[in-house]
């Protein structure tokens, strides 16, 4: 077998990806939309399978009622034709022998869609003003609408195969926390902790999973390549929610905090974890406590049917009656998928309610100057009777003996 064919997408895959073209269409149907262009990599992945890694010039995933077509520059045609999970692709520009539609993308696009009369459906929070502003000039269109949330309530439930690659990516931050938990309690540094833990995660990549992907998406030259990653912070940079470890060594009295993401496939999810140096001040012991309790109170409430709101109000409960009312943060989870924060949100406000096949992650987290923060984050998928743990490492208090 070529490298070229073993990167190709399965059919199971294409399966999958053509029933999330059909579901988008449903609901074009439902909002009178003719023809729908997509350009957040995300979604033009979800609806592909393709990731050009940089985007030096855009691609785009074009849905009518009778065409889904990925449109990509002639230097992609290539890439695109050998990993998409579509069965449509064309290109625009010039670049080797590629046969563009078009040098210009928005004259490819006319061709694609046609001179009629449409109601055109875009990302209102992606496309600029000046994107939606030269696809009106090049096509005939008589209303523009906002497709933005039809994309992400797709996302939303995850098919068979973005779970299987969440689980994978399970595996991946574990191991990522695991082996920087093993070097905070050796004495490391911050980035040395981060350093060791990335390593162990791209040795795992090559003993176990070299066909799957590990980058990320990008909007720009600059390129997300490597998505294998832990971070470390301690003490008040913790209240920055993240930055990069550093090279210093928490000392007795010290929270810090391993974190990890692992994009695999496309699709990643999180794992953190808060570790308390020698002996600590009271505060920080009672936050770490009301952590695990609040963290427990929406462990129990994991099954379909249940209100997001009421997740966050179960967690918010037990930081109040620890004293730390001033300090609430405003979510306690989010979803996971092809994007680090998804939606929806565990916050005040959000009366969806929790479905089978949706991820998403547990982490009512703390955060001042003073405190630092302490956060364990899991990420976990809703089942029919009830959740699974994606991330699996150790979930206690964590302490780490320094004299």
């Not at 090049?138 to 068979?160: E, F, G, H, M």
């Not at 109000?313 to 004293?323: I, L, S």
């Amino acid at each position: 077998m070529s490298i070229i064919d073993d990167k190709r997408a399965p059919e199971e895959l294409r399966g999958y990806v053509k029933k999330r073209i059909e579901n988008m269409r449903k609901k074009m149907l439902q909002k009178g939309v003719d023809a729908a262009i997509l350009l957040r990599p995300e979604n033009v992945f979800y609806f592909s399978n393709f990731n050009p890694i940089i985007i030096s010039h855009v691609p785009y995933f074009i849905i009518t009622k009778d065409k889904a077509v990925l449109l990509v520059h002639a230097i992609r045609y290539a890439h695109a034709m050998n990993e998409g999970a579509v069965d449509h692709v064309l290109c625009y520009g010039k670049w080797g022998s590629a046969v563009p539609v078009a040098l210009d993308a928005y004259d490819a696009i006319r061709e694609i869609i046609g001179g009629e009369k449409i109601t055109l459906g875009v990302e209102g929070d992606y496309a600029s003003v000046n994107i939606v502003k030269k696809l009106s000039e090049k096509l005939d269109v008589k209303n523009v609408v906002d497709i933005s949330q039809d994309a992400l309530d797709l996302r939303l439930i995850k098919d068979p195969y973005e779970i299987q690659m969440c689980r994978i990516s399970g595996e991946f931050v574990d191991c990522g926390v695991t082996h920087a938990l093993e070097q905070l309690e050796n004495g490391a540094s911050e980035a040395r902790a981060a350093t060791e833990g990335q390593y162990a995660m791209r040795k795992l990549w090559h003993e176990k999973y070299q066909k799957y992907e590990v980058s990320g998406f990008s909007n720009s030259e600059t390129a997300d390549i490597d998505t294998l990653v832990v971070w470390c912070m301690s003490n008040e940079r913790l209240n920055y929610g993240c930055d990069c470890p550093s090279g210093y060594v928490p000392m007795p009295g010290d929270i810090t905090m391993p974190m990890s993401w692992a994009r695999i496939g496309g699709y990643n999810v999180e794992n953190e974890r808060t570790v308390l140096v020698g002996d600590v001040c009271e505060e920080r012991v009672r936050a770490y406590d009301a952590m695990l309790r609040a963290r427990e109170n929406i462990f129990k409430m994991l099954h379909p049917g249940t209100i997001f709101e009421d997740m966050y109000f179960a967690a918010m409960k037990e930081y109040e009656d620890a004293g730390f009312s001033s300090i609430l943060p405003g979510r306690c989870g989010h979803g996971m998928g092809l994007s680090t924060h998804e939606f929806p949100s565990v916050t005040k406000g959000n009366k969806a309610a929790l479905r089978p096949g949706m991820i998403l992650t547990v982490e009512p987290g703390l955060m001042s100057a003073e405190l630092g923060a302490v956060r364990h984050s899991d990420t976990v998928l809703i089942t029919e009777d009830g959740f699974e743990f994606l991330t699996k490492s150790r979930r206690d208090k964590i302490v780490i003996k320094k004299q």
